[in-house]
Structures are given as C-alpha cells and as structure tokens.
C-alpha cells in the first residue's frame, strides 16, 4: 500500500513544485523506493492539448497517448518512470467525467453537488495504482487560494482523513522574497499561506522555501514556530545553476530525510546518489560548447520547447560538452536573409508546430543547413518541412506544400500536398480513422508507435537497432506516393511504419548529419540516459565545430 505526499504551493505561482516533486521522487528511488508521481491541475480545459503553447508551455506526451502538463516531463526525466494517463488530471476532466456519470444515471438521479461527487471522482483517480509503488507523489497545480483550486485541496484533506493516520503527509512550497532596501529575508508571506492552507483543513508537514540564498537558522526557527512544523522539516530551496543538481541539493537540505521522519520510517535506507552526481559531474566539467540554433514558431516562451532543451542538455552530457542553445523565429527567415544569422551556428534543429505562420522560414533553415552541410534535427513538423524543402529543391517540385496549410486556398493556388491530413492510421490491433472537421482535442496520432529502420541507415546505426518504439503528436502526415521520387534525388526515407505505409524518419544521403523524425524523440530522452538521436545529433554538431 503506497504512502502519499501532497505538494502544494502558495504565494506566487511557478515556483518549481514539478522539480521539487521530481528530484524528491529521484531521492526516494536512491533509496530504494519505488515512486510514481501524478498531476492534479485545476483548470478547466479537458487537457493542455488545445492550448496554445504561448498559455501553457508545451504539451508532454505519454506511452499511452495522453496529452499533459509538463510537469510530467520533469517527473519522468527524473525518475525514469514511464508517466501514464492516470497520472494527469484537470478540473475539465473531472467535471467531464462527473456529468457523464450522470447522464448515464449512475448517480440514481441524487443531486450533483461539488461534494461529494467532484471531490469523490478527484479521490478515486488518486486510487488508481495505490498498491503498485511504495510512494505516491501528488502535485496539487496553481496557488493555495485559488477558487479553481478548492476542489482539489477539500479531496486531498478528504483523502488524507479516509487512509490510515501516517499514510499521508503534505508538503508545502513557499517563496521567501529579499528585501534589497531593508537586507531582510521576509518569511511573512510563507506564514500566511500556511495559515491559508490551515484555513481549508489541511496542515504542512514539510515546508520549502524558495529563496535566492541561504535561509539563516533564525528565520528557520521562525518559520517552524509560526507555521507549526519541526525545524529539521524546513527546507531551502536556493536557485541553481543547473536543474539537475536539484536531487543532490535537497538531499544535503534534508528533504528526503524529513520525508521519511513524517513517515515515522526508521532506519531509513542510506541513498546511492552515484547516478546524479554524475549527472552533475557531466553538467559542469565539460570538454568544450557548441552552438545549436533552435528555429521554431514559439521561442518567446522557452517552455514551449522545454522536453527539446532538455533533451540537449543530456547530448550535451553524453558528449562532455556544454550547448549553448539561441531561440529563434521562424518568421524572421520570412523578412530577411537567413544566412548571415545560422551560419555561425554548429547544429540547426527545427522542432515542431501548428499553423502556416513561419513554416517557410523553417523551410529556408532546413534548406541551409542541408546545403551547407551543418547538422540538421528536424522534428514533427520539421520533419514535414525539410521534406517540402526537398521536394521543391531536389526533385523540382516547386509548388510543393501541406494540406495544413493551404486546404482553403486550394481552389485559389495550385500546389502539390506532399503532406496530407492524417484519415487513418493501425494502432494495436485495429484502424483508427480521423476526418479534418472532427474535433481538435485528442484526435491526432497520440502516443507510442512502432518503426522500422532501413539496415545500414545512419538512423539504424544511431539507434543499435531497425526496431525502434517512439512518441508521437500529429495529424499530418509525409505522402508515401512520393518516396521514389525523393529517393532518387538523396532524401532516404529510413524509417516506416510497421505497415509501410507512413513514413517515420528521413535522412540526406552524403551529408554530415540530416534527419528529420515525425515522432518526438526528446520526449524519451533522461539525463542519465540520453536519447541516442539528441546524443548523436550533438556529436556532430561537436564535430562541426571543430571544423569551423
């Protein structure tokens, strides 16, 4: 039977309860536990699928084709616990799932209230899995406070009373602001989130304060003593240089230890902390840097592209080397010349998106760097993108385009769909058929899929193998009818569906490194266990550099 952690967060929001979550759940394994975390969000949308990236950061995948909060990244990057659709749930689902009950009349024609048929559903996903870990990890999103959030915190406090006494402890995470004018560390805000949180039943058995430094032992004591928890369960959560020293900085603050003292757990088992302090050996003494040019729609928000950076940061580690990584717009390659800007870069990667708006400057960075011989990663869309660069380029196909973007306009232009709107697709042991009018949420190719790799392909040899299993969020797809075509101009086509019949991964023939995937390979990729494609991809772009 799983023990229960609930992390809240109070004051301001983005904090860091996802990371504390994640390297607490790492802590816990290098003891020998096994954890699983969750996300319960408090808004109304079903899932983060149809936001835009710009409102929500990116959209993290699962195995089973669950579209979620990027929390979940993190959990899985520092855990290498494969997430699950149980493990993410918001207020839209939970509503949804409510009033489906009802129409259904499984609720016996009773009145539906908040409580307890919200709070009741919000417990029973909880539930799921109780008895597969040692410890069930539960973050609670948005701030103590919160109207949307009520829901949430009266299940846990629910949740909490219905276990045995000890099942369940709460951690709370907290900003401590420096007041530069005075040279004060202020831990009112703390004391009155804690008092928000009491208000609503629930009382924090470990406090983490953020802070831009050290927290002196006084205000240590002041919080423990206005806030009603032990000293020893005060934490610093100081900001880092890096994310992944974040395991070992709480284990030296005592996280886990308070942890398991909450738990009443003694002896506690001594953690093997080996795997991140090499992490953190990788991250900081590093052989040299290359310089990666991120071209994309939405590099604003940097979270939007976060599982990508990440997964450069772990090549980077897998090559002792440190990547230096320059966001930049699409749409400026669609005003001005492209080349004075990429060519001083080692590796350009183009990741994916929706909409027209900057495709033809990821057009013209794909066409850059596959003729200037630089290291090219294109992903989903930019997989799409490089292969219509092909087509116009390679095989004279200048009208070459998607059926994404010029559906309406196709009675106005003439053009040729080299990709075309995904109708149907096998997964498992059946087909799967979609129409362009169905609606947007949750209908693409979603989740892990089987590929075939092309013996001797670089890809082939990148990988270790021709069977591979990635993630994938699309409803655009590489038109097969044109492979030949391609072939004979140098675009391989290296990876397929099991079937043959959708095209997987490209790759330029005689080039130093040019692959485009139509699946989300970064999605997979752990500090201690790097993606092979983003080890590799980074390899070459360490080569690059020496040559320049």
């Keep these: 039977m799983a023990r229960f952690i609930f992390i809240t967060g109070g004051v301001v929001s983005s904090l860091g309860k996802g990371l504390a979550s994640a390297a607490l759940g790492a802590l816990l394994q290098a003891r020998g536990y096994t954890v699983r975390l969750r996300k319960l969000d408090p808004y109304l949308n079903v899932d983060p699928g149809t936001m835009s990236p710009f409102e929500h950061g990116e959209v993290f995948v699962t195995d089973d084709g669950a579209e979620t909060d990027l929390d979940l990244g993190h959990y899985e990057r520092f855990t290498g616990v494969a997430a699950r659709s149980t493990d993410s749930?918001?207020?839209?689902?939970?509503?949804?799932?409510?009033?489906?009950?009802?129409?259904?009349?499984?609720?016996?024609?009773?009145?539906?209230?908040?409580?307890?048929?919200?709070?009741?559903?919000?417990?029973?996903?909880?539930?799921?899995?109780?008895?597969?870990?040692?410890?069930?990890?539960?973050?609670?999103?948005?701030?103590?406070?919160?109207?949307?959030?009520?829901?949430?915190?009266?299940?846990?406090?629910?949740?909490?009373?219905?276990?045995?006494?000890?099942?369940?402890?709460?951690?709370?995470?907290?900003?401590?602001?420096?007041?530069?004018?005075?040279?004060?560390?202020?831990?009112?805000?703390?004391?009155?989130?804690?008092?928000?949180?009491?208000?609503?039943?629930?009382?924090?058995?470990?406090?983490?304060?953020?802070?831009?430094?050290?927290?002196?032992?006084?205000?240590?004591?002041?919080?423990?003593?206005f806030c009603n928890v032990r000293a020893g369960s005060v934490i610093a959560a100081q900001d880092l240089k890096s994310i992944y020293e974040a395991p070992l900085a709480y284990h030296r603050e005592g996280m886990d230890q308070a942890v398991l003292d909450a738990f009443g757990i003694s002896p506690a088992p001594k953690p093997d902390l080996s795997r991140w302090e090499d992490v953190v050996d990788r991250t900081h003494n590093t052989d040299g840097t290359v310089n990666v040019a991120i071209v994309g729609k939405y590099t604003q928000l940097e979270d939007a592209y976060k599982s990508i950076a990440e997964a450069l940061t772990h090549g980077g580690m897998a090559n002792r080397v440190k990547v230096e990584i320059e966001w930049i717009d699409a749409e400026i390659f669609e005003r001005e010349d492209h080349g004075p800007l990429l060519e001083r870069f080692n590796a350009i990667l183009v990741p994916g998106g929706f909409g027209e708006r900057g495709t033809e400057g990821k057009i013209k960075a794909a066409q850059f760097a596959r003729e200037k011989d630089i290291p090219y990663l294109g992903i989903c869309l930019g997989m799409q993108m490089a292969v219509i660069e092909a087509a116009r380029n390679m095989a004279n196909l200048g009208d070459a385009?998607?059926?994404?973007?010029?559906?309406?306009?196709?009675?106005?232009?003439?053009?040729?769909?080299?990709?075309?709107?995904?109708?149907?697709?096998?997964?498992?042991?059946?087909?799967?058929?979609?129409?362009?009018?169905?609606?947007?949420?949750?209908?693409?190719?979603?989740?892990?899929?089987?590929?075939?790799?092309?013996?001797?392909?670089?890809?082939?040899?990148?990988?270790?193998?021709?069977?591979?299993?990635?993630?994938?969020?699309?409803?655009?797809?590489?038109?097969?009818?044109?492979?030949?075509?391609?072939?004979?101009?140098?675009?391989?086509?290296?990876?397929?569906?099991?079937?043959?019949?959708?095209?997987?991964?490209?790759?330029?023939?005689?080039?130093?490194?040019?692959?485009?995937?139509?699946?989300?390979?970064?999605?997979?990729?752990?500090?201690?266990?790097?993606?092979?494609?983003?080890?590799?991809?980074?390899?070459?772009?360490?080569?690059?550099?020496?040559?320049?």
């Design 89 to 225: 749930i918001s207020s839209g689902r939970v509503y949804s799932n409510v009033l489906e009950k009802e129409r259904r009349g499984d609720y016996l024609g009773k009145t539906i209230q908040v409580i307890p048929h919200v709070t009741n559903e919000i417990k029973d996903f909880i539930k799921i899995g109780e008895d597969e870990v040692d410890f069930m990890l539960c973050e609670i999103g948005g701030t103590v406070g919160d109207i949307e959030g009520l829901p949430f915190f009266e299940a846990i406090r629910q949740f909490a009373q219905d276990k045995d006494r000890g099942q369940c402890i709460f951690m709370h995470l907290t900003l401590l602001p420096f007041i530069k004018a005075s040279g004060e560390l202020k831990t009112k805000p703390t004391q009155h989130s804690v008092k928000e949180l009491r208000s609503i039943g629930l009382a924090p058995d470990i406090l983490v304060c953020r802070s831009e430094g050290p927290i002196p032992q006084k205000e240590r004591e002041k919080l423990a003593l």
């Design 401 to 548: 385009g998607s059926e994404e973007f010029d559906h309406e306009a196709k009675d106005a232009r003439r053009y040729t769909p080299v990709v075309y709107h995904l109708k149907e697709w096998v997964q498992g042991n059946h087909k799967v058929t979609r129409k362009s009018s169905d609606d947007k949420g949750g209908t693409m190719r979603l989740g892990a899929y089987d590929a075939v790799l092309t013996k001797g392909s670089r890809v082939a040899e990148i990988y270790g193998t021709t069977a591979i299993e990635e993630r994938h969020r699309h409803r655009y797809e590489v038109d097969i009818r044109f492979r030949e075509q391609l072939e004979e101009k140098g675009l391989i086509f290296s990876g397929m569906s099991p079937d043959g019949r959708l095209p997987e991964i490209v790759e330029v023939k005689d080039h130093p490194w040019f692959v485009g995937v139509q699946f989300h390979p970064e999605l997979k990729s752990k500090p201690f266990a790097p993606h092979p494609l983003f080890a590799d991809f980074v390899r070459a772009a360490k080569e690059q550099s020496r040559l320049v």
